[in-house]
């Protein structure tokens, strides 16, 4: 599970002020609150956002840090999984990737509006892949389980068993280095108090150590194929 | 409906209508009357939760076949803050949220009342009761034993919770922390197990997928896969033994590593035939020389495409040419394993055997002695039978899963359910462009303490891409005679389904509201929805708690809606499943005439003369009533011979017998 506490009160917000273009904030609907007493609209959304303000732990630089570096990991793994369909993989290959990329995508979609939403920089997450550590602009901090550029070429020059074989192998590595990172975010002193933090990272975590263990079957199912005639 | 009565809401609506601009009117809180009753077999299209209108509490709403009695706001502390999954003991239901836990009275499902508001934050505060015990799950890294709110920065902290929280509810307004049991990965879930043979404990499976705590923190605490150290954390549950008259003395009283050697099979498990035939591979392989090497938990036959090159590699080391030799091969053999594990290198989080290192969920049934686990990449079934002891046996994989979440087992037991919660809940998945089987659920048969694969089932309205959408929780349903349940997808809503036809589940009643924000994805969705004593309870992350009320439609009838009421329930833990059984009544005989009307089971004037018989039987008392039923069963009985739906004749003989014996 990912949350976004924050997005209650954004809705809020957005509930009393969107949908209703030109209407100043003083018309929009008004947030009745069953249990407390009545307060004018407006004023219910302002103290609904700072009742989940001071719900939300701070988060710290080692989570920012995080989401930041992620990004980048995330988009190398769209990267390779973008080869599949051109590089002759198989079946199961393919059926894995497009998880991969689905799941993936998303997550980098979560991360980034998590940034934008306390004002940090969000890196674009086009700028992994096939030239990382060659792009420009961008940090180029290889994150643990990346690809060298050298092992993205091996990759892209592969076909058909081959393929399956380093993709899967690469892959493993890849997300080794992602699970590892979720395990140096939750020993750092205060990081991961955050909510959406801590359940993001735990996400992360448990669907990539489960991913690791089925590629891990899979190349397994891989290395003992029969030979093709 | 509820809402309305109440006049202070009423004041609300009017101060909104009078400061709103008559093209931007405010909704309601409440606004969907009860629909008119559709008895159409056809689901309504377009799908009316295709593009419902964005609010947090204004989203527009889309019900078939059932309507909303009462939409409930979390109390102020609670607001803003996830509320998680549910609990139900006598007239209430405990609901957990991020902050702590809520106690709503729904003695008037149209008017939940919260009881108790008990402020003790924990994520996700998975909850459970049992007499006048309530458990809570804690997880995350900022659950205090103190229930402060402030978090627990430092990595290594005495004042921690991870685990389970333990509280006495005699007073149900005034709990009391009577306990902790710190685990060694928390709790993210946790199943209470009532064991039918022992009345003085009770016990809770506890799942735990997150980080293993520093040893410093948590003394025993391993880290290591066991292959390095036999006491890891990994690759194990805990088993927490409750002592009823002293709950304090709570402990972990084992730790089964339920995971051992299971290796998975590609799809659907491995039969004893399969391995039979592994064995005979592996030994003709070795017959003709060819390379084999044990990785990932068994020996197998290597591809030549793997071993050609290692063996070219070899020729070329000794500056030979042409084909390797016979020292070669020699060379090659004894450096495999080595090699192996190179390619499979055993890592503190995968560790050198595959499988899963922890369940995410689950279910016991103790009617039956079974439980089904949802453990990562696997389903399991698990004999129960000794609560200190769960023993695997049997295990599913799919390829189409990516992470099994949670299981509910069909009444008679003879089918499990598996949920896939894909992107862990909190990712848009119903996009029109999601494949059904991902996300999804997947139904399985048992046979013979097998699990075999029937079909799936995922949630049939497209969503859009700011509504996390995938398979959560849901129950049973105790409409007789057949398995219908509901389940939570979080922001695609509920969905009722029937799956008493496994290959062809059917989704037959839905509620769905637009997403919480328009622009981009907001927290929000049915966590979890159950069927709690003739009503179905919803805990809405974001917006509080949804009650509704299925309403006859050509799926189901009303004399099957009042056979289900009839079933009560004196407290309920949707993970530990209880097994349903009906009390002798009318409805219970006409719920199985009507099954019979729509399988054609009977023939039309076989039902007729049967509805007939027992309106008759239904005006009369004593001696007659039962002279009446007694006749009406014997001619029953008959009919079975001759219907193509002899099993569903047969339940509705036993109803009428069991009905004359009142």
């Known amino acids: 599970m990912t949350f976004r506490i924050t997005m209650v009160a954004g809705a809020l917000l957005l509930a009393a002020t969107g949908g209703c273009s030109g209407s100043p904030r003083a018309t929009a609907p008004v947030e009745p609150v069953r249990t407390g007493p009545v307060h004018a609209q407006g004023q219910a959304a302002a103290i609904l956002r700072a009742r989940a303000d001071s719900a939300r732990l701070p988060y710290t630089a080692a989570d920012i840090r995080f989401m930041t570096h992620m990004i980048p990991h995330h988009a190398q793994a769209l990267e390779m999984a973008k080869l599949v369909p051109s590089h002759g993989a198989s079946a199961t290959v393919r059926t894995l990737a497009g998880r991969i990329l689905s799941g993936q995508q998303d997550e980098i979609a979560t991360m980034q509006q998590w940034l934008r939403d306390r004002q940090q920089p969000v890196p674009d997450a086009a700028a992994g892949g096939l030239h990382a550590g060659h792009g420009a602009g961008q940090e180029h901090t290889m994150m643990p389980g990346m690809l060298t550029h050298e092992q993205m070429t091996r990759l892209d020059a592969a076909r058909g068993w081959d393929f399956d074989r380093l993709f899967l192998t690469f892959m493993i590595q890849h997300h080794r280095g992602a699970v590892g990172m979720v395990d140096e975010l939750f020993s750092t002193h205060g990081a991961a108090q955050d909510e959406t933090i801590f359940k993001f990272a735990s996400d992360v975590q448990v669907d990539q150590r489960t991913e690791i263990a089925r590629m891990e079957r899979m190349l397994a199912d891989v290395l003992a194929a029969p030979d093709s005639p | ?662």
């Not at chain 2, 009316?48 to 009462?70: C, F, K, M, Q, T």
């Not at chain 2, 990562?376 to 698990?382: N, V």
């Not at chain 2, 069963?633 to 009919?639: I, L």
């Open chain 2, 1 to 662: 409906m509820g809402f309305l009565h109440q006049p202070s809401l009423r004041t609300l609506s009017l101060a909104a209508a009078l400061l709103s601009a008559a093209a931007c009117a405010p909704v309601p809180a409440t606004m969907t009357p009860a629909p008119a009753v559709d008895m159409s077999t056809t689901p309504p299209s377009p799908d009316p939760r295709i593009g419902l209108r964005a609010g947090l509490h204004d989203a527009a709403e889309a019900a078939w076949n059932l309507r909303v009695l009462s939409r409930s706001r979390p109390p102020e502390r609670f607001a803003g803050v996830t509320n998680s999954d549910l609990a139900f003991t006598g007239n209430y239901a405990i609901q957990g949220n991020y902050n702590g836990y809520q106690v709503w009275d729904i003695s008037n499902p149209a008017n939940p009342r919260v009881a108790t508001a008990f402020y003790c934050p924990a994520s996700q505060s998975d909850v459970s009761v049992y007499k006048n015990l309530l458990f809570v799950s804690g997880e995350g890294l900022t659950g205090r034993l103190d229930c402060g709110g402030q978090g627990v920065a430092a990595p290594v902290s005495a004042e921690r919770l991870r685990g389970l929280r333990i509280f006495d509810i005699t007073d149900i307004r005034n709990p009391r922390n009577v306990g902790n049991v710190q685990t060694c990965r928390g709790s993210h879930t946790h199943t209470v197990l009532a064991d039918p043979r022992d009345t003085e404990n009770v016990y809770v499976y506890v799942s735990g997928s997150s980080g293993i705590r520093s040893p410093e923190e948590l003394p025993g605490c391993v880290a290591a896969p066991p292959s390095v150290d036999p006491n890891s954390a990994l690759f194990r549950i805990e088993v927490i033994k409750v002592p009823l008259a002293n709950p304090e003395r709570a402990a972990i009283v084992s730790s089964p590593r339920i995971f051992t050697d299971l290796v998975a099979p590609p799809r659907h498990g491995d039969t004893p035939g399969d391995i039979a035939a592994q064995q005979a591979e592996l030994a003709a392989a070795r017959a003709r020389g060819e390379f084999t090497g044990t990785f990932l938990g068994r020996e197998r036959v290597l591809s030549s495409r793997v071993t050609a090159p290692l063996l070219d590699s070899i020729v070329r080391a000794r500056n030979g040419r042409g084909n390797p030799t016979g020292a070669d091969s020699a060379a090659l053999r004894s450096a495999l394993p080595r090699i192996l594990a190179t390619m499979f290198p055993p890592s503190e989080n995968t560790g050198p055997q595959p499988g899963p290192t922890q369940c995410h969920d689950i279910t016991v049934y103790p009617a039956i002695g079974l439980a089904g686990g949802a453990c990562e990449g696997y389903g399991l079934l698990l004999d129960i039978r000794n609560p200190e002891n769960p023993v695997r046996i049997a295990a599913v994989a799919d390829s189409n899963f990516s992470y099994w979440h949670s299981a509910t087992f069909n009444n008679d037991g003879t089918k499990v359910l598996f949920s896939d919660e894909w992107g862990g809940g909190g990712q848009p998945k119903c996009r029109a462009t999601d494949p059904k089987e991902w996300g999804a659920n997947a139904i399985f048969a048992i046979v013979n303490g097998r699990m075999e694969f029937q079909s799936y089932y995922k949630l049939p309205a497209a969503q859009t891409q700011y509504e996390n959408c995938v398979a959560h929780n849901g129950s049973l349903i105790p409409i007789p005679g057949r398995d219908v349940m509901v389940q939570a997808w979080y922001q695609g809503g509920i969905s009722v389904f029937d799956w008493t036809d496994a290959r062809n589940p059917v989704e037959i009643a839905f509620h769905d509201r637009g997403p919480v924000d328009s622009t981009q994805m907001g927290n929000g969705g049915s966590w979890s929805v159950y069927w709690y004593n003739g009503v179905l309870v919803s805990s809405e992350i974001s917006r509080g708690l949804d009650i509704f009320q299925l309403q006859p439609s050509g799926f189901l009838s009303q004399n099957e809606l009042d056979a289900s009421r009839t079933v009560r329930l004196e407290y309920f833990n949707p993970q530990g499943q209880p097994r349903f059984t009906w009390p002798p009544s009318f409805a219970l005989a006409r719920a199985y005439v009507d099954q019979l009307e729509r399988s054609r089971g009977l023939p039309a004037t076989r039902i007729a003369a049967v509805r007939q018989a027992l309106q008759g039987a239904e005006s009369m008392s004593g001696a007659g009533r039962r002279t009446a039923l007694t006749q009406l069963q014997a001619q029953v009985s008959g009919d079975a011979a001759g219907s193509s739906d002899a099993a569903k004749v047969r339940m509705l003989s036993a109803a009428l017998r069991d009905l004359a014996a009142m």
